[in-house]
């Protein structure tokens, strides 16, 4: 009895911080496009990169408690810019995502898909650097 109740104690303690950190990350969408501006780029419609790079702007100027609900957003983050085909750019965020994960110490699998894509990144930036060689050759 004893046992069921620590165990049902440790579930209930492990339902309340997902909770929390599904409303932290609904909260930072949600803010993603409230506060999106229309208006950068001189008055042009708002494209997809500009509104993942201020979601990125909005999360480097908020304070997220834990740090693998910030690893996880600038990951997701990253794996969008990159799936833009801006893989420079995605680098660098994914960069900061897999600092703050190992400073956790974590081996889990958000950790291991933000170094794949990193590896991506770094694949697609060869790929482009070849090709502008080859173009300049021929």
Not at 15 to 28: D, N, S
């Amino acid at each position: 009895i004893v046992g069921g109740g620590a165990l049902a104690l440790w579930q209930a303690r492990v339902a309340r911080i997902e909770a929390h950190r599904a409303e932290e990350v609904k909260q930072f969408i949600v803010s993603i496009f409230e506060n999106a501006d229309p208006q950068q780029g001189a008055g042009e419609p708002l494209s997809a990169i500009d509104l993942l790079r201020q979601a990125r702007g909005r999360l480097d100027a908020t304070t997220v408690e834990d740090p693998r609900l910030r690893a996880d957003l600038l990951s997701t983050l990253g794996e969008s810019i990159l799936g833009l085909d801006h893989a420079s750019e995605a680098e660098a965020v994914l960069d900061d995502a897999l600092k703050i994960m190992t400073g956790i110490d974590a081996h889990d699998r958000q950790s291991l898909r933000a170094r794949q894509l990193r590896a991506v990144c770094i694949v697609v930036e060869l790929f482009v650097a070849f090709q502008m060689v080859l173009k300049a050759a021929t």
